[in-house]
């Protein structure tokens, strides 16, 4: 695992829900200073322990890998910072419109920081009617290709998901839209910003 839960989460979630150290343990059928260990970071609870020891302590098991609850409340959302996810072993990609852990294939992904096009990353808008025509000069072999292009507006996103071997092309409703992106499966995520073109 590239990221795994520490000793001082353990310990902070384990007396925010008012537990000792000897309670937590019998919950878990290990020994207190087990949990000992665990918190003052000379050992770490075996995988296995992962479900357990999250539903001991209230929580999801991302949750727990994370160190915070995630709770859902109803806040407005602004989609211009919407945060996009990919998983590097399946491809699922996720979007989020606010604070979010997301996990896929047993990975806690972080969220993509998109880098400005670049000669190999250009992307190509053209206005078609209401639409623009999103392209790019780029392989779509198998090994090497560009996933999805995206355009996001404040009232939205429109997702286009590619596969290899064929075109890196789209067509997006004009309304409004900002920024274009798109995925490649070996370099990232790429930003257009639109404003910055006019």
Known sequence: MD??????VIRSLRESKGLTQEELAERLFVSGKAVSKW??????????????????LGMSVIELLKGATVQNRNRAANMMKSK???CPVCGNVML?????????CGITLPP???EETDEEHSIQADVVEDEYFISMRHPMTKEHFI???AAVSDQGIQFVKLYPEGNAEARFKISRVRYLY???????LFQLNLRKRK
């Open 182 to 188: 798109a995925y490649c499966n070996r370099h990232g």
């Open 96 to 104: 989020s419109t606010g604070e979010a852990v997301v996990s896929c």
């Open 39 to 56: 918190e003052t970071g000379k050992g770490f609870p075996d995988v296995s322990l992962l479900e357990p020891l999250a539903k001991a």
């Open 147 to 149: 996933s999805f292009l």
């Open 112 to 114: 993509q920081e998109a």
């Open 3 to 8: 990221k795994y839960v520490t000793g001082a």
């Open 84 to 86: 996009i996810y990919v």
